[in-house]
C-alpha cells in the first residue's frame, strides 16, 4: 500500500521557517513526482511545489516562489519542503501528493494527483 506522510507543520511567526516532510513507503517506483499542495480556510486548495524523482525538475507557485524550496532523497523516498519567510497568508493545512502517471515531465508533474497523505497544519502568526 502507498502511504505518505507528512510533517514538520507547526505555529510560526511571520518571517520564520519551517521545513515540511513528506515520506512515501509502499512503492519502489523509479520515475514519479511529489507535489505540495496546501488549502487555507475558505480557500480553494492550491499547488504549492512539484519535484519530478527522475530529472530533479521542479514547479513553484508564484505565489511561494523564492520563499520555498522544494528538494528529495530519492533513496528514502522523501521530499522536502523548506518554507522562509513565512507570512500569514501562508496559513493553511499542507498536503503532499504522488504521481506515477508515466511519463513525468516538466509539463505533466503533478497533474495526476493519485495518493495523498493526511496533511499537516502551518500557522503563521502576524
Known amino acids: 500500500e502507498v502511504q505518505l506522510v507528512e510533517s514538520g507543520g507547526g505555529l510560526v511567526q511571520a518571517g520564520g521557517s519551517l521545513r515540511l516532510s513528506c515520506a512515501a513507503s509502499?512503492?519502489?517506483?523509479?520515475?514519479?513526482?511529489i507535489g505540495w499542495f496546501r488549502q487555507a480556510p475558505g480557500k480553494e486548495r492550491e499547488g504549492v511545489s512539484c519535484?519530478?524523482?527522475?530529472?530533479?525538475?521542479?514547479y513553484y507557485a508564484d505565489s511561494v516562489k523564492g520563499r520555498f524550496t522544494i528538494s528529495s532523497n530519492n533513496t528514502k523516498n522523501t521530499v522536502y519542503l523548506q518554507i522562509n519567510s513565512l507570512k500569514p497568508e501562508d496559513t493553511a493545512v499542507y498536503y503532499c501528493?504522488?504521481?506515477?502517471?508515466?511519463?513525468?515531465?516538466?509539463?505533466?508533474?503533478?497533474?495526476?494527483?493519485?495518493?495523498w497523505g493526511q496533511g499537516t497544519l502551518v500557522t503563521v502568526s502576524s
Open positions: 509502499g512503492f519502489t517506483f523509479d520515475d514519479y513526482a
Open positions: 501528493a504522488a504521481d506515477f502517471r508515466l511519463p513525468i515531465t516538466q509539463a505533466t508533474m503533478c497533474r495526476y494527483l493519485e495518493v
Open positions: 519535484i519530478s524523482s527522475s530529472d530533479g525538475s521542479t
